[in-house]
């Protein structure tokens, strides 16, 4: 089923089925913001990621000894469990809660709300995450948009960069051949800007660990800003795309893939957060559509 929510500047669509946006128009010209997804190149849209980001070393990772698989990004993404509820014409939520289906591959009782709120020309992001069980809960959050790049046919990929306030020459850490992360990092910021280039993406994503930018702006060298994601919340940050694709992932994250010598222990794993019995977690962030072509 799919929700829809608008205002007087935009209208906005998400699939029941795995939270997922798949659409975010401007009103007064019909214009697309969102990958709309092609099985040739990359079928998902907006993924929601829950309770882990990227993969685990092996699909796997342990807990008090025992062994546990997820596929990559978590069970949110897929999933036809979500509930969706239509709070009003401007806003809708979406939830999931621990079932013996995921107590299987996740052994932590939960509940997962993702809400999404138009408020003027920003689309507000939020998650609400609490500790039903009688343990601390181990657990990452973010999110995976994909943007139209270029936005119009008469442009380039190349014509575009992503603008990283307070930010640089941060370095980004390397995926290896698995999808873990390697200890190699490159540098590709210029003086604050990451330029879109054909070959940006050769060896996967993006990874920035604990950056201190915390707004990303997607910038026609000419026309000016397309929009731009405010993460406060978020201290990880993905930037992505497939190989030569119409499109860029901005991704907010609470956590990251493993690394390469991860012990595989959910207690262990990098950038892990931790929920104590009873706590609720909550985060959000923003993506804010300024182009006015």
Known sequence: MIHTIENDQLIVRIDTTGAELTSIKTKKDNKEFLWQGDPAIWASQAPVLFPIIGGLKNGMYTYKGKSYSLPKHGFIRYNKNVIGTQNSKTKASFSLSSSEETLNSYPFEFSFTISYELINNQLLVSHNISNKGSETMFFSVGGHPAFNCPLDSSEAYEDYYIKLENVDDTQSYQLSDKGLISNNTVSVIDNHKIWLTDTLFDKDALIFKNIDAKKATLIHKTNGPILSMDFNDFPDLGIWAKHKSPYVCIEPWLGYADLEETSQNI???????????????????????????
């Open 267 to 293: 207690e262990e794993k990098e950038g892990i957060q931790k929920l104590d019995e009873g706590k609720t977690h909550n985060s959000s962030y923003t993506i804010t559509i300024t182009d006015c072509r």
